[in-house]
C-alpha cells in the first residue's frame, strides 16, 4: 500500500536553530497537509496546499514558519528559529482531493532543547 | 470558531466487550467525518469514513452519524487488546475541506 514518506523521523535541536522536515505524498495526491500535534492533542492544520499553491495557512506562524512544495509534489516545512514550544510532533497528510480522506505519514517528532 | 469534542476518557472495557465513542461538533455545514486510531507515539491511521445519516459497518466497527444532533460516533465490537490507542474524530467542512481534530479519546482493553 503506498505510504506519504517523512523524514527525519525524530529531530532534537537547540533552541534558536534551524530545523526542516520533508514529505513525500502518495503519488497522484493533488493536496498535501502538514500538521502540529502537542502530545494529549488532535492534529492542528498549520498549511494546507494544492498542488504548489497554498491554500490555507491561517495557523501557520509566518514569522517563523515557512512551507513549499515547489514542483507540487513533494514538500518541505521550515521552522527558524525554533523556540521550546515548538517541540510536538509534525505530521504530513496527503489526499486526492480536499474532499477525500487523508493519509497520514509516520510524523516527524521535533525536540526542542 | 469550529470545534470537534470528544470524551478524553480513557475508557476501559474488557476484551470482547463493544467500545463507544462518541464526538460532537459545532457546525451545522459539516459534511465528511472521519474516525481515526493512532497508537502511542505513532500517526494517525484512517478506520472509518461517514458522509451521510446513518450506520456504516466495516468488520468490527461501525461509525453513526446523526447531523441533526451534531454527532458522530464509533463502535468497536469484540475489543481486542490490539485496539487500545487513541482515537480521534475529525470534521471537514467542505466549505474551505480543512480538517478539524477533537483531542482524542484513549481506549484501553483490558484482556
Known amino acids: 500500500e503506498a505510504e506519504v514518506a517523512q523524514s527525519p523521523r525524530y529531530k532534537i535541536t537547540e533552541k534558536s536553530q534551524a530545523v526542516a522536515f520533508w514529505c513525500d505524498p502518495i503519488?497522484?495526491?493533488?493536496?498535501l497537509y502538514w500538521y502540529r500535534q502537542i502530545l494529549g492533542q488532535g492534529p492542528e492544520l498549520l498549511v494546507q496546499?494544492?498542488?504548489?499553491?497554498?491554500?490555507?495557512d491561517s495557523q501557520l506562524p509566518k514569522d517563523r514558519f515557512s512551507a513549499e512544495r515547489l514542483k507540487g509534489v513533494d514538500s518541505t516545512l521550515k521552522i527558524q528559529p525554533a523556540e521550546l514550544g515548538d517541540s510536538a510532533m509534525y505530521l504530513c497528510?496527503?489526499?486526492?482531493?480536499?474532499?477525500?480522506?487523508?493519509?497520514f505519514g509516520d510524523g516527524t517528532r521535533l525536540s526542542i532543547l | 470558531q469550529k470545534e470537534v469534542e470528544q470524551n478524553s476518557g480513557p475508557l476501559s472495557v474488557p476484551e470482547g466487550a463493544i467500545a463507544s465513542l462518541n464526538c460532537t461538533y459545532s457546525?451545522?455545514?459539516?459534511?465528511?467525518f472521519f474516525w481515526y486510531r493512532q497508537y502511542s507515539g505513532k500517526s494517525p491511521e484512517l478506520i472509518m469514513s461517514?458522509?451521510?445519516?446513518g450506520d456504516k459497518e466495516d468488520g468490527r466497527f461501525t461509525a453513526q452519524l446523526n447531523k441533526a444532533s451534531q454527532y458522530v460516533s464509533l463502535l468497536i465490537r469484540d475489543s481486542q487488546p490490539s485496539d487500545s490507542a487513541t482515537y480521534l474524530c475529525?470534521?471537514?467542512?467542505?466549505?474551505?475541506?480543512?480538517?478539524?481534530f477533537g483531542a482524542g479519546t484513549t481506549v484501553t482493553v483490558r484482556a
Open positions: 497528510a496527503s489526499s486526492i482531493t480536499g474532499e477525500q480522506p487523508q493519509h
Open positions: 503519488s497522484g495526491h493533488a493536496t
Open positions: 496546499f494544492q498542488d504548489e499553491s497554498v491554500v490555507d
Open positions: 457546525d451545522r455545514g459539516s459534511q465528511s
Open positions: 461517514i458522509y451521510s445519516n
Open positions: 475529525a470534521v471537514n467542512y467542505n466549505n474551505d475541506y480543512k480538517l478539524s
